[in-house]
Structure formats: C-alpha cells, structure tokens
C-alpha cells in the first residue's frame, strides 16, 4: 500500500487507502462514498463507516451520519489547519452540526497530528483546540460534559489510539478504543414495527438494499413493504457486515437480499418495513426549523434540498405559520420573513413524495436538514403530517 502511494507522491496518504477503496478517492485522495468496514474487541462488534469531509461530498456524508450510533470527529491539532476547519463556512462547525442532527448522541472529538513539528504534543495547543471546540458544540445541542469526549492522538503513529502513548504524560484518560469499548449506547427498539431505511443498493444475483435497521426484527423469508411506493418484497438473505444470518434486529447496519423489486426500482430514502403498520409517506407537512447561517432573508416560496433520514429531495418553504421565541417558546404567527438564528413553524412541500414520521412519533424519521448551493442553511424536525 505505501508502495503504490509512493509512486502517487502521497506517501502520507498511505492509511486512508484501508477505506477509500475506489480509484477515483485514490487519485484524489479525499473520501467520497461511505466506506464500510468493521473490528472487534474483547466485548463489543464496531460497525465503523467512513463518511466523506470534504465539502463537495457533504450529501454523502449525512447519509453515512444516519447510520451511527457514536461519531468519531477527527480534527487536526496543526497550525492553521484547525483554524480553517473551524472558521466560519469550514467543515469542522458543519460535521458537527449534521450529526446532532442525524440524531447521533454521543461524540468522540479526536485532535490528530498532536506529533506534528508545530504541535509536538503540547498540552496548551490541545486545550485551545477544545476550548474553542466546546461553545459550539454546546450550541448544536451536545452536552460536552456527558455527550462529548476529547482525546489527543497521532493517526500516524497510533499513539493513544489502541493504547495508551508515553508521549503525552499529562493525558491521564483512555485511548479511544479502550473509550469506545466501554461506552454504554442505548439499543433501539425490537419490539416496533420493522423500519428500515434503503441508504444505498446494488444488484448481485437479485436486488440488495443497504441500510440500517431502526425498529422491530427482521428473519430470513419476511415479506415486508417497500414504501413509498408500496412494493410488496420478499427477504431472501441477510448480510451483518458480510456474514450471513438468520435474522437481524435494530441496530444492524445490514445488506438484505429481496425479491419482488428491481434494483432500478430502488432509490435511496425508500424505506423497508412492516406490512400491517407501514411508515407514512408524504409530500406536505408542519416542521420547526433553526436558521443556522443566512445572510439574507428567508421568505415562503423559497427552495432549498431536504436530506431526511437517507432521503434526499428538493423541497419549498410554502408558508411561514410563527416565529418562536427561543427564550419563552412564545409563538409570533404570520412573520413576513425569517433570518439567522431564528426558530420558526414553517409549511414544507416536496416535489415528490417521502417516507417520514413526526419527531414526537419515531425521530430517526422526524428531523432533517435543509442544504443550498453547498450550505447548510437550516435544522428541523417534522411536528404534523397534511398530505
């Protein structure tokens, strides 16, 4: 591997060859597609999913976010390099802010490269990182002191990765794996109705759906629906990261082999689930939404891409029904506008139409983001369902 890379002149490229697998991200040397892969320890079974940081692949990388139950943030502790993923419009605010809003409750915020010539392992450089970290964290609505936790390391040298680096003697806590490892994660629940939404699908001797499963169980030979188009499948194979089983239940990051639909028939955001009590679909409904970065104001009638659990679709702000005072949740109907900053009940109608619940219902289905021209614009969750 660091052979190949070598004759690329990206010798210290050489680790992430392990998860960008395609030709295009080894050329590139950024992430594109989610990666899949897995390990294990002594206790636990680790799906671990490589989502794209480069700007330009962020609709991906809020697919890959819709999977997770821990979200490993890696920043790099270099100089300059910290400030320009932190500053305003950089990746580092945006990754944050998708994965709360993906619904993913605990973060590991990794600060990398703490060898590096301008770090050197400095205890100062790291405090500053987290310092600065920390405000905005709390702002998209992490707990830092239960929900986030922050450890140094070296992606290159592995130091406080598996084990615990002599380099470093003033961090006294875990390394990540020993972090992960003990970290208790709330199972979803098996006793619902089985949903399952279709992130990506591929055909291999019949039609496979990628996703993960966020209520109820699934067996070999389940007859299940495939919303929103109603399409009656059949459960032929089920894959946990490549080994075969009998069944699978929430949680599972899965590949299920169907029949009774053609791979062409399949889009991600399609949702897998129960015959007797289906998902909802939709194209109109009342959301909450937080205007997160707008320069300028937001009227109805306007449009932007709504990314909702793995569904992608492009949606209008048909009308704006109240704002709502942050301080005293107080409801001023009828505003004329909305801008940065503001929380605000708003009518959303898609151009076609999507499997969603209400937040309050089931809220790996009920929150979303709203994305323009490469930019997150706005955060919401869906309070009622019209059409």
Known sequence: MKGKQEKKNRESWYLSWALDTNQEERDKGKTV????????????HFTMLDAPGHRSFVPNMIGGAAQADLAVLVISARKGEFETGFERGGQTREHAMLVKTAGVKHLVVLINKMDDPTVKWSEERFTECQSKLV??????????KKDVFFIPVSGMTGAN??????????YTGPSFIQYIDALSISRLPTDGPFIMPVVDKYKDMGTILLGKIESGEVGKGSSLLLM???????VLTILVDDDERNSASAGDNVKVKVRGVEEDDVSSGFVLCDTINPCHTGREFTAQIVIIE??????????AVLHIHSAVEEAQLSSLIALVDKKTGNKTK?????KQDQVAIARITTAGTICLETFKDFP???????????KTIAIGKVLKLLN
Do not use: H
């Open 161 to 170: 990765l598996k084990d615990i680096s002599t380099e470093c003697p003033w």
């Open 228 to 234: 929103p188009n109603k399409t009656p499948v059949e």
């Open 294 to 303: 707008y320069k300028s104001i937001i009227c109805a009638g306007y449009n």
């Open 33 to 44: 597609e989610v990666g899949r892969a897995y390990f294990e320890t002594d206790s636990k």
């Open 364 to 374: 790996q289905m009920g929150r979303f983001t709203l994305r323009d021209e490469g």
């Open 135 to 144: 405000p905005f964290l709390k702002k998209v609505g992490f707990n830092p």
């Open 334 to 338: 009828g505003p004329r506008f909305i």
